[in-house]
């Protein structure tokens, strides 16, 4: 990206970009000459919010988990810079170490998640390999709040298939401080607890004398289920509540701490600062005065099939891989499972067909994932801008990354070996010239090595992901348009 950012000239895009109220020293220029790029776009929200707080309506659309993680780590672990480095500078350096962290983090913890749900350790590593790769990279690597929100949504999958639910409940509740679309997780404690009253229905004797003793187990599930989704709200909630607090609540001097050329920033863009005139926003006389929808409705015309025009024709062009990939997952998937998907994975297995292997992708586990990944799908196409996609689904499912997995260990014969026939599934073979015994093998390096003599299904994924990961790097790092 420092290498893109050299040779291509910025464009001059309409993007939030505050003023600078100190002068760089040396030290801030090589910092900014080395990862300038990756505070493009919304990064500069993150970075702003990080510094000054939320002083401007339309930061509220941005919540302060991540922000709140670049303050600790600038003003704690990089404290002893602040001799050489003014705080913007520290704070870009901290995006980029903790968006490091946490995509290795949020790889493991696929990778983990994959081994539960899939059962098939390949596939669970072809996922995560493939998330190293990812086509929203620029995204996970610049200053946004995709790794983090990633790392902590992958992590409470997998405690939550542990059976670890108030881990998983944290872990959840601390995604929906990071990103507005981690409420939609509540999803999975609600499946979780009806699946387990399902399946003990069907296993029950149905007498008269095991029933109270049942229906109490089914309420305390529910109770438990109902306390998990208000946690997976609360910091979503307690974020309106500070908002309201800062834009609707009697005027507290603010507007005389806010330096001068932030206030002219808002004179000359538009803005609407907090505690200026006592003037409270439209918002704040609504039945439910909720910042975060009027912020995508107002400024930024989010809407549904608001943005199924003409013009965005390219918009929807970038989105398509995406969109293919997990309509394609989707459809794998019910074509595969009718009767599964029909009875909403609730019906217990006959004990006949119990044994039977299942195809890693199509198990029974992963049919909560899908649904999830197909409701971020619907919502994202008709409701939001499209070309958001693919860092929406990159960064909140593991489908995007499960399902190309799938094809390439199942359709790419270099993939496969006869090393190994009681696995009953194709294995990826030891790499030729390995340092050491069972040295382990990088089969998407092993692909790309071989391009010319890999399958087309195979090229076509990899391919998505090569190009949408350069692209990113070489289009976002200049304010050119990106997804």
């Not at 505070?39 to 993150?46: K, V």
């Not at 003014?86 to 983990?112: I, K």
């Not at 059976?163 to 499946?191: E, K, M, P, T, V």
């Not at 199924?308 to 390219?314: D, M, T, V």
Request: charge should be positive; aromatic fraction near 14%; include cysteine.
């Amino acid at each position: 990206q420092a290498l893109f950012n050299l040779l291509i000239p910025d464009h001059a895009a309409d993007a939030f970009s505050p003023p600078r109220l100190s002068e760089p020293g040396p030290w801030d220029v090589l910092v900014e000459w080395l990862l300038g790029g990756l505070s493009r776009w919304d990064a500069e929200h993150f970075l702003f919010i990080a510094e000054h707080g939320y002083l401007y309506e339309h930061n509220c659309a941005f919540l302060p988990l991540y922000p709140l993680s670049l303050w600790a780590v600038a003003r704690g672990t990089l404290w002893p810079l602040q001799w050489l480095l003014r705080l913007r500078s520290r704070l870009l350096l901290a995006a980029v170490l903790l968006n490091s962290l946490f995509s290795v983090l949020a790889a493991a913890a696929l990778y983990e998640l994959g081994c539960v749900v899939l059962r098939r350790r390949r596939v669970a590593f072809l996922a995560a390999l493939l998330f190293s790769l990812s086509p929203a990279n620029v995204f996970m690597a610049a200053a946004y709040s995709e790794s983090l929100f990633a790392f902590l949504a992958f992590s409470a999958m997998w405690q939550l298939e542990k059976g670890q639910s108030w881990l998983s409940g944290l872990l959840f509740s601390l995604a929906s401080g990071a990103r507005a679309n981690g409420l939609i997780n509540a999803g999975f404690f609600l499946y979780s607890r009806g699946k387990r009253f399902a399946l003990q229905l069907q296993g029950g004797s149905g007498s008269v004398r095991t029933l109270p003793p049942l229906w109490k187990q089914v309420l305390g599930l529910a109770s438990s289920a109902l306390l998990m989704c208000a946690g997976v709200f609360l910091p979503f909630a307690l974020f309106q509540c500070y908002a309201y607090w800062r834009f609707c609540g009697p005027g507290t001097g603010l507007a005389q701490t806010i330096p001068e050329p932030l206030l002219q920033l808002a004179r000359d863009k538009g803005y609407h600062p907090a505690a200026m005139d006592g003037v409270k926003p439209p918002w704040c006389s609504h039945g439910v005065p909720m910042v975060y929808s009027y912020i995508q409705d107002v400024y930024w015309n989010v809407g549904f099939l608001r943005y199924f025009e003409l013009k965005q024709i390219p918009n929807f062009l970038l989105a398509l891989p995406a969109t293919f990939l997990v309509s394609g997952a989707a459809w794998t998937y019910v074509s595969t499972n009718p009767r599964h998907c029909l009875t909403l994975g609730l019906e217990k297995a006959k004990s006949e067909e119990e044994g039977k292997p299942r195809d890693a992708f199509c198990c029974p586990a992963a049919f909560v994932y899908v649904v999830h990944a197909t409701a971020l799908l619907a919502f994202g196409f008709c409701c939001m801008h499209v070309q958001v996609l693919t860092r929406f689904l990159g960064s909140s499912s593991p489908i995007l990354y499960w399902f190309p997995a799938h094809l390439l260990q199942e359709r790419e014969p270099l993939l496969w070996s006869t090393d190994n026939p009681s696995s009953g599934k194709p294995v990826l073979g030891k790499p030729p010239g390995s340092c050491g015994e069972g040295a382990p093998e990088n089969p998407i390096v092993r692909l790309l090595l071989n391009w010319r003599s890999i399958t087309p299904l195979s090229k076509s994924i990899l391919g998505f992901f090569v190009c949408y990961w350069l692209l990113g790097l070489v289009l976002h790092c200049n304010f050119l348009p990106w997804t």
